[in-house]
């Protein structure tokens, strides 16, 4: 059973526009919600990271929207650039387990030039 | 370079035969897991291990074992009673303890069993 839910699981979008992965969650003692980033050929790498005291966090193109009333939160890319192109996993996981990471299915992103 | 360092980067295997992926570490981390990586599945954690000589099963560890006799390294080794071994393996580590660090993947082995 998985416990975070990933859509969609590809995604093609063109350079400039706005790419957006969501993900949704059942168990309520998740309390940590990163999402990761795998270039072919790599392990993933942090990407951005948010708890649930904040509804939004932004780094740079990449912003996080959390609403935990609904269990689901998402990862907008702005202006994204064939350089994104790669495959974002969300996680999450409970505060107090340690890095104990649930992941979604993971989201095959492709910017078109 | 710190790093987490994952050999082979492809293996091929025969159905029936054990075989033993390497994992490295010189982050100076306590804490260290494998994951398994199949298509729209995402990572699924086969084994974890939070300090030397000590590790838990994660939510697929049957047919896998691993052991942990070093700090730097946390060997897996995939056994004849896993019966689909076929995937992408990635090995990671982070620090120990409550709270949310990071996880550090190497670049993953690629078993393929002929």
């Known amino acids: 059973q998985q416990q975070v839910k990933q859509s969609p699981q590809s995604l093609i979008v063109q350079k400039g526009g706005i790419s957006i992965i969501n993900c949704a969650y059942e168990?309520?003692?998740?309390?940590?919600f990163p999402w990761y980033q795998q270039f072919p050929g790599k392990g993933p790498a942090l990407l951005i990271a948010i708890r649930p005291d904040v509804s939004e966090k932004k780094e740079g193109r990449f912003t996080i929207s959390f609403n935990k009333s609904a269990k689901q939160f998402s990862l907008h890319i702005m202006d994204s650039q064939p350089g994104d192109s790669a495959t974002y996993f969300c996680?999450?996981?409970?505060?107090?387990?340690?890095?104990?990471?649930?992941f979604g299915g993971g989201t095959r992103l492709m910017v078109k030039p | 370079d710190g790093g987490i360092t994952q050999s082979p980067k492809y293996l091929f295997r025969k159905e029936g035969q054990n075989v033993t992926l390497s994992c490295e570490q010189n982050?100076?981390?306590?804490?260290m897991y494998w994951y398994r990586q199949d298509p729209g599945q995402g990572l699924r954690l086969i084994y974890y291990?939070?300090?030397?000589?000590?590790?838990q099963k994660g939510d697929i560890a049957e047919g896998y074992s691993v052991s942990r006799e070093k700090k730097e390294s946390f060997p897996l080794t995939v056994t004849s009673a896993q019966k689909n071994p076929t995937a992408f393996y990635l090995c990671?580590?982070?620090?120990f303890g409550t709270g949310t660090g990071e996880l550090f993947f190497g670049e993953g082995s690629r078993l393929t069993v002929l």
């Open positions: 982050l100076n981390h306590d804490a």
């Open positions: 996680a999450a996981s409970p505060l107090n387990a340690g890095n104990m990471l649930t």
């Open positions: 168990n309520t003692a998740f309390d940590y």
């Open positions: 291990s939070q300090i030397v000589n000590d590790f």
């Open positions: 990671a580590s982070s620090t």
